[in-house]
Nanobody, 130 residues
Framework: QVQLVESGGGLVQPGGSLRLSCAAS????????IGWFRQAPGKEREGVSCISSSDGKTYYADSVKGRFTSSRDNAKNTVYLQMNSLKPEDTAVYYCAASPTHTDITIVQPMCNNIEYDYWGQGTQVTVSS
């Protein structure tokens, strides 16, 4: 069955960096749309960054553009989220998610914004605080 396992969260000071990993099993990630989402206490879950499978392009939410970078290693079936210049408002539980949708970024972007993904990991806590 499809499994997604996030790791790499933790406590970091403002301005610091973290790299999250999402190890996928039960499917071949290069034919799935993969995304990173986050949910802060008292707030709705939001899309952070989503990668399309057919054209390899990545969508980023405005709040993280220029600071976060997603990448995928298909050989390892793993997706990464490099987070730089972290801010206290980035504090949240971060989730990776997957959908069996082999399509381009024009379809993936609204999927990301509308949280339309089928499979979810358990989440990893990221806390940005001094």
């Amino acid at each position: 069955q499809v499994q997604l396992v996030e790791s790499g969260g933790g406590l970091v000071q403002p301005g610091g960096s973290l790299r999250l990993s999402c190890a996928a099993s039960g499917f071949t990630s290069d034919y799935y749309a993969i995304g990173w989402f986050r949910q802060a206490p008292g707030k709705e879950r939001e899309g952070v960054s989503c990668i399309s499978s057919s054209d390899g392009k990545t969508y980023y939410a405005d709040s993280v553009k220029g600071r976060f970078t997603s990448s995928r290693d298909n050989a390892k079936n793993t997706v990464y989220l490099q987070m730089n210049s972290l801010k206290p408002e980035d504090t949240a539980v971060y989730y990776c998610a997957a959908s069996p949708t082999h399509t381009d970024i024009t379809i993936v972007q609204p999927m990301c914004n509308n949280i339309e993904y089928d499979y979810w990991g358990q989440g990893t806590q990221v806390t940005v605080s001094s």
